[in-house]
């Protein structure tokens, strides 16, 4: 009974951990490669999964989180990421303003 009991929470902290990878998908127009004009570069999939890598930092595989009210961006896994203040959403022509910096497709 109590290797059951070991069983059932060693699942649920792996699908727990498995299901915080993914996320919600980001809006259309976010979504896909971006290059930013001081060669960070960021990533939203229609799959949920996100990732950045600028200066030393970096994730893969992780979600992105939008916050409408306060107008940021955060791509984060597992207690790791980054956020971003929105200062011009993407456009027609492919590009975008987070925290300054112009990110294009």
Not at 52 to 70: Q, R
Request: hydrophobic share 35%; net charge negative.
């Amino acid at each position: 009974m109590k290797n059951a009991a070991n069983l059932t929470v060693i699942l649920t902290v792996f699908l727990s951990l498995v299901l915080a990878c993914g996320g919600k998908p980001a809006p259309l127009k976010y979504q896909g490669h971006w290059t930013g004009s001081d060669g960070s570069t960021l990533y939203m999939e229609s799959d949920g999964g996100a990732g950045f890598k600028f200066e030393s930092k970096s994730v893969s595989g992780g979600a992105a989180t939008f916050d409408d009210s306060a107008k940021t961006l955060t791509i984060s896994m597992m207690g790791i990421g980054n956020t971003w203040t929105i200062d011009e959403e993407p456009n027609d022509a492919g590009e975008m303003k987070l925290n300054g910096i112009i990110y294009r497709k």
